[in-house]
């Protein structure tokens, strides 16, 4: 239901855009996100965009990460510049997305993509 794409091997302070796009048969998405996991770590939420296109970051991306959503699309971007070492991780991306309704009620589940590898080079 999510594809994610865009990873790739980058040296330090490069930049690359990640694309997620939703696929199926959906009635409403949520909320959008972009998390990522590196080696030996927890899951970390990168940064998050609302229906609306209120955005959230994590704080070691602000300033260097812009996430968007094309709605039309049902698509998530995370453009990422000034890329670090410590960005290298795997990239998942997350939608709240409604795939079924009863009615005019419209029920949403947490969807996840395969995820995607960044790797910055020193």
């Known amino acids: 239901q999510l594809q994610a794409s865009g990873g790739g091997l980058v040296q330090t302070g490069g930049s690359l855009r990640l694309s997620c796009a939703a696929s199926?048969?959906?009635?409403?998405?949520?909320?959008m996100a972009w998390h990522r996991q590196a080696p030996g770590k927890e899951r970390e939420l990168v940064a998050s965009?609302?229906?609306?296109?209120?955005?959230n970051y994590a704080d070691s991306v602000k300033g260097r990460f812009t996430i968007s959503r094309d709605n039309a699309k049902n698509t998530v971007y995370l453009q990422m510049s000034s890329l670090k070492p410590e960005d290298t991780a795997v990239y998942y991306c997350y939608a709240n997305m409604a795939t079924a309704h009863k009615g005019w009620t419209r029920y949403y589940y947490d969807y996840w993509g395969q995820g995607t590898q960044v790797t910055v080079s020193s």
């Open positions: 199926g048969t959906i009635f409403g998405i949520n909320a």
């Open positions: 965009i609302a229906r609306g296109g209120t955005t």
